[in-house]
């Protein structure tokens, strides 16, 4: 078992609330992520799955078991967790095999058992030669493993993940990413996984949790939430994102902006309407609907990332690379559209895409 | 193109050659100096005079007796007939011949030998020798005869003169009234007067008493004299060699720093690959020449004195030392109340520094504050409380034990004259220094190592133990060390509560063994090498060994530490804390308080016939306390501000520089603060008396030196960190901007680290300002300062007195402290 029930659990920092009402089941052996800007209340969640935090309100179950709510409270020792923290929190003061095998020399295990674990788990992390080294002495990414080592040896079924490979290098960070994945595969262990990187949620996930403001935007997974967004804030989080002001009726969106071109929609929205488009869901096409000026150009080897003038707005294109000579700056073009979102303006959203930017 | 090549090519070349001519030129020139300082120190040896200050009051006289055979003595004479002439010239001769015999000052031979040699100039050295002769060693001169003399008007002075010739030459002619006071009996008595007055009135008032003062100070062996006079009439010691001869130990020390600098700058160079003159290099030599003069070479010299005392090795004065029981006994009782007051100490501060930085604690920030200004009091200041408060006989605490219990009038039951008593004072004044390291460490540790080990089963407790304690212990040992150096090293305490219950420590026997001349300042220096192993030992512990095991680093991200509930024991623990802040801080605050409004210290301020408000109006009404402020306030400041200078300048090279060197005054500076204050004034007043060519023995720069020396690196360090937060591209930007190094600098970098300069410079003056160990050994009459007025007043005059000063003295700390805050925002204070 490794499931985390959150019920209806909000959190305050004096008058400062980071967390409304959160209310999620995770279930056993899933890898959740939760996604946000920084200061969006996602590391305070994990810190009260942990056991670090107490939620102001609410309760938190592990495995259908109370450990936060009412007068229950459970220290974060007793809930058999494992957890790797963002500075990697490695003790400089024990070797590698000491910093591993702590959390079974605190349950008083027999040295045997201990050895045989910790020696089983520095081989998933690739690190049974460093045994002997003090943490100085190895690189960042070493650093992250013994760390890693630490949480799983004492073979939790719950993993919780702070923003662990914000502090390696890309190239690192991208392997690294793999091989949580593969370890979690291979334990089958649920992970609760915080961080702000989207491709990082994306690439792991089998859910994720996009938390703006103390409040879930949207859970789902990755491919859920990138096309079916539930609204501006997570269309413009995940990916890149153009919003165009429009006016939904008869079974089209006018753009005022646009010299009042207009786009076919049959949705369920009328009247004022945003409209987000995807520049890779845009293309070149000589029988497109949308007329404009290609106004900009940027060579990027893959792609050709273009700027093209409708009216007063300057629409983001993704083209192939390959077609970078075809067109040159001040040609008329035309576009067509794969896909597009459409959002009721109510202004609110508005506000809270300026206060996030 | 090829001419350009050429030209960089070259240009090195050419630069690296002057370069290198430079450094041999002033390497010559410091060996020239020093040669001729040591020529010097030998002609002056040679001629035996007790000081080499004998050629400038050789040169003096001659200068002053040019004068007077120009404007007086040549035009007289050869003004006068032939004949008048040749029997004053005889009378002059007889004179001196007499003069001579009577002074022994030389016999009639040699200064006839001397005047046959002179030939054509006979007459005008035999004047010469008989005018420095009257002048030096003749019958003195009243100063009312010279004033008298002095008070004849210009136009009547020839005609006195006159008159005072026809006087010698012709006996039955009158004295005139002016110099008859001067002039008596008769021939040759009444000659010599005449002749005495007749100098007289060639003379400025003044300067002759100033010549004959300055020739007496410096040759006082009356044998070397007729060599002096004859040396000053011959015109013998021109201004240069006057110059050499005088200063000649000046002159081998400047000839040395001077070599020793080209020396150095070579050996940089030679490292850097670079032969060229860089600013940044004078700047560290002159720091490092101020610190190889005024620090290393006198803790050297003290070294080489303790075990050479008659140049040659002998462990006689350090065996006779420490077989001394008294010594031992001291030697005994720093070791024991150091190694107390640390462990004592390091207990006590560990527990407050995890209360008030990492639990619930109420009022921890009040706390936190409170424990760090008690580092900023004076530790006499306590020491004095602490006296009023557990003084056998009239204690307040031991008479209100006494009532409660019930026990009998004897004293006690509790005595602070005693190594217990002691250590318990030293304890509550150094307690700090632990108090404040072991905070810095835990504030700066990352919360997530302890996390980690809650989440991997750790409970609180085992987490404490297993986690936070092994990483805190580098911080915690130098904390303690430096306890143990603090209290192995102070003065004020163990003179105040020591000496009156004989309990002596190795400072208070150096500062005893001072005040007994000569011999007693190589005694001292014995102890005072004692001192200064201990503290370099422990300098060297905690700064090689400790600093490679230091684990705490300051991360980019601001940490938060986690907050431990204390729960149940958040109300017992707070009561606690608050009690040991009653015992420690404000007890003795109160004690200091009232007893400076107390006729009789034994009876209570709220008695309306022992209250009194004339200690504070006696005190602070006297012109003496207030020159002594002065003195202090002048000190300290001018200490500081070279200090904060010099801090800036270190702060730059070591933060902002890769050059090579940078890291020796660091070293310098570092090993000072590490030197036990008696140990620096110590070594101050043996070599800084003119023996080495620097006499400021006995003048306020001594003071400010000592203070600088001791009291630099706590502004340094402070302005180093700061620097080292202001990332170098800040300063990188200003300059691509366009602006200059300079404006960079006030526009860019001063403003960011201020509030550090401001705090630097205050944490240098503070102490500077109440200082006393190193005052009660450097102080002089006019150089008194407020520390030391203290320390008197407890001693000689009247404890009340010395309470409302002492409580002055706290006063302008805490408002010190306070502009301290306001000046940078909040950001500092003590």
């Not at chain 2, 010299?301 to 006994?329: C, D, G, W």
Request: with cysteine; hydrophobic share 45%.
């Amino acid at each position: 078992m490794g499931t985390v029930k959150i019920d209806h659990i909000s959190k305050a920092f004096g008058n400062n609330v980071v967390l409304k009402e959160f209310n999620e089941v995770f279930e056993d052996g899933e890898f959740v992520t939760l996604l946000g800007p920084s200061g969006c209340g996602k590391t305070t969640m994990l810190r009260l799955i942990a056991g670090f935090e107490k939620p102001t309100s609410g309760e938190l179950y592990i495995d259908d078991k109370l450990v936060s709510g009412g007068n229950t409270f459970l220290p974060p020792e007793r809930r058999n967790i494992g957890m790797v923290f963002q500075s990697y929190a490695v003790w400089p003061h024990m070797n590698v095999f000491d910093n591993v095998a702590y959390p079974l020399t605190i349950k008083k295990r027999a040295r045997n058992d201990i050895r045989t674990s910790v020696e089983r788990v520095l081989e998933i992390v690739h690190l049974s030669q460093y045994a002997g080294r003090f943490p100085n002495q190895l690189s960042g990414g070493q650093q992250q493993r013994i760390a890693l080592a630490r949480a799983l040896v004492a073979e939790p079924k719950l993993l919780l993940l702070d923003e662990p490979l914000s502090n390696l290098d890309a190239k690192l960070r991208e392997s690294m990413r793999f091989e949580i994945k593969e370890i979690q595969r291979k334990l089958g262990i649920t992970v609760i996984y915080v961080t702000h990187d989207q491709t990082e949620a994306m690439a792991m996930s089998d859910r994720i949790f996009l938390i703006n403001r103390g409040v879930v935007q949207q859970s789902g997974s990755p491919e859920e939430i990138y096309n079916q967004p539930a609204n501006q804030f997570v269309a413009d989080f995940l990916g890149k994102v153009d919003f165009f002001k429009g006016v939904a009726e008869n079974g089209k969106i006018t753009f005022p902006s646009m010299n009042d071109q207009t786009l076919s929609y049959d949705g369920p929205h009328s009247g004022k309407v945003e409209v987000a488009i995807r520049p890779e869901n845009l293309y070149f096409d000589d029988t497109g609907i949308l007329r404009g000026t290609l106004e900009a150009q940027y060579y990027l080897g893959d792609v050709d990332d273009c700027r093209v003038r409708i009216g007063n707005e300057l629409v983001r294109v993704i083209a192939n690379g390959f077609e970078y000579r075809k067109r040159k700056n001040g040609d008329q073009v035309r576009l067509s559209v794969r896909d597009f979102m459409v959002f009721k303006d109510d202004g609110t959203l508005q506000k809270m895409l300026e206060i996030q930017t | 193109m090829t001419a350009a090549v050429k030209r960089i090519a070259e240009k090195p070349d050419r630069r690296s050659i002057i370069t290198k001519l430079v450094l041999v030129l002033f390497f010559a020139l410091g060996l020239v100096v020093a040669g001729m300082g040591i020529s010097g120190l030998k002609k002056n040896d040679a001629t035996g005079f007790s000081s080499e200050a004998g050629y400038a009051a050789i040169h003096d006289l001659s200068v002053h007796m040019d004068r007077v055979w120009k404007e007086l003595l040549n035009p007289l004479l050869a003004g006068l007939p032939e004949e008048e002439r040749a029997r004053l010239n005889d009378c002059a001769h007889t004179l001196l011949a007499k003069v001579w015999e009577e002074q022994k000052s030389g016999s009639t031979a040699e200064a006839d030998a001397l005047l046959n040699s002179a030939g054509q100039e006979r007459e005008k050295l035999m004047f010469r020798l008989l005018y420095a002769t009257y002048l030096i060693d003749g019958p003195k001169v009243s100063t009312a005869n010279r004033k008298e003399i002095a008070a004849v008007p210009e136009n009547q002075m020839a005609g006195l003169r006159e008159k005072l010739v026809r006087a010698i030459l012709d006996e039955s002619a009158e004295v005139p009234a002016e110099v008859s006071a001067m002039v008596k009996g008769s021939g040759i008595d009444r000659q010599a007067g005449l002749m005495q007055a007749l100098f007289v009135t060639g003379e400025q008032e003044a300067k002759a008493p100033e010549v004959v003062s300055h020739f007496k100070k410096s040759i006082r062996d009356k044998g070397s004299h007729p060599m002096a006079f004859r040396m000053a009439a011959t015109n013998e010691v021109n201004w240069l060699w006057q110059l050499v001869i005088s200063r000649s130990r000046t002159f081998i020390l400047v000839g040395i720093v001077l070599a020793l600098d080209a020396l150095l700058l070579a050996i940089l160079m030679m490292g850097e690959r670079v032969w060229a003159f860089d600013i940044k290099w004078f700047i560290i030599l002159l720091i490092v020449d101020f610190l190889l003069l005024f620090q290393l070479m006198p803790l050297v010299y003290m070294v080489i004195k303790a075990f050479f005392p008659e140049s040659s090795f002998s462990l006689e004065t350090i065996q006779r030392l420490y077989t001394y029981p008294l010594n031992l006994n001291a030697l005994k009782n720093t070791l024991i109340a150091s190694f107390a007051t640390m462990i004592l100490g390091t207990i006590l501060a560990f527990p407050l520094a995890f209360l008030v930085g990492r639990t619930n604690l109420y009022g921890k920030k009040f706390f936190r504050a409170l424990f760090v200004l008690t580092y900023m009091v004076p530790p006499y200041v306590g020491a004095m409380a602490w006296l009023r408060l557990l003084n056998p006989n009239v204690g307040t605490i031991n008479l209100w034990m006494r009532s409660l219990f019930h026990l009998s009038d004897a004293p006690g039951p509790l005595n602070v004259y005693s190594l217990p008593g002691m250590i318990w004072v030293l304890t509550s004044f150094y307690y700090p220094y632990a108090f404040i390291t072991i905070s810095r460490a835990m504030e700066k540790m990352d919360p997530s190592l302890e996390e980690a080990s809650r989440i991997s089963g750790g409970t609180p407790l085992t987490t404490l133990f297993t986690i936070t304690l092994p990483m805190m212990m580098p911080s915690l040992i130098s904390g303690a060390l430096l306890v143990f150096v603090s209290a192995a090293s102070c003065y004020g305490i163990p003179s105040i509560i020591g000496s009156p219950g004989r309990v002596h420590t190795v400072t208070t026997r150096i500062v005893e063994y001072v005040s007994l001349g000569q011999q007693g300042l190589n005694d001292a220096t014995g102890m005072a090498v004692f001192l200064m192993l201990l503290a370099v030992i422990i300098l060297f512990i905690s700064d090689v060994v400790l600093a490679k095991r230091q684990y705490i680093t300051v991360s980019g991200k601001s940490v938060r530490p986690a907050i431990v509930d204390l729960r149940g024991w958040r109300v017992p623990l707070s009561i606690l804390v608050a009690l040991f802040a009653v015992i420690v801080v404000f007890i003795p605050f109160i004690t200091i308080f009232a007893t400076s409004f107390k006729i009789d210290v034994g009876k209570s301020m709220l008695n309306p016939e022992n209250f009194t408000l004339t200690n504070w109006q006696t005190v602070f009404g006297r012109v003496e306390t207030m020159n002594c402020l002065k003195n202090s306030l002048i000190y300290a400041s001018v200490a500081a501000t070279i200090g904060i200078v010099i801090a800036c300048t270190m702060s730059y090279l070591l933060q902002r520089t890769r050059i090579k060197g940078r890291k020796l005054p660091d070293f310098l500076i570092t090993l000072g603060s590490g030197t036990p204050s008696v140990v620096i004034a110590l070594g101050l007043i043996m070599t800084m008396k003119g023996n080495f060519g620097i006499n400021i023995y006995n003048t306020a720069y001594i003071m400010i030196i000592a203070y600088m020396i001791k009291y630099l690196m706590m502004g340094m360090r402070t302005v180093v960190s700061a620097m080292s937060q202001v990332h170098a591209s800040l300063e990188e930007c200003s300059q691509v901007s366009g602006a200059t190094w300079l404006r960079t600098m006030l526009r860019i970098t001063g403003p960011l680290i201020f509030p550090s300069i401001a705090a630097g410079w205050f944490l240098i003056f503070i102490p500077s300002f109440y200082e006393l160990s190193m005052t009660t050994l450097l102080y002089s009459s006019t150089t008194k300062t407020i520390g030391f007025q203290l320390y008197e007043y407890w001693t000689f005059t009247s404890q009340p007195m010395s309470c409302a000063l002492a409580f002055g003295i706290l006063l302008i700390v805490v408002v010190l402290n306070f502009v301290l805050n306001r000046l940078t925002k909040g950001e500092f204070s003590i």
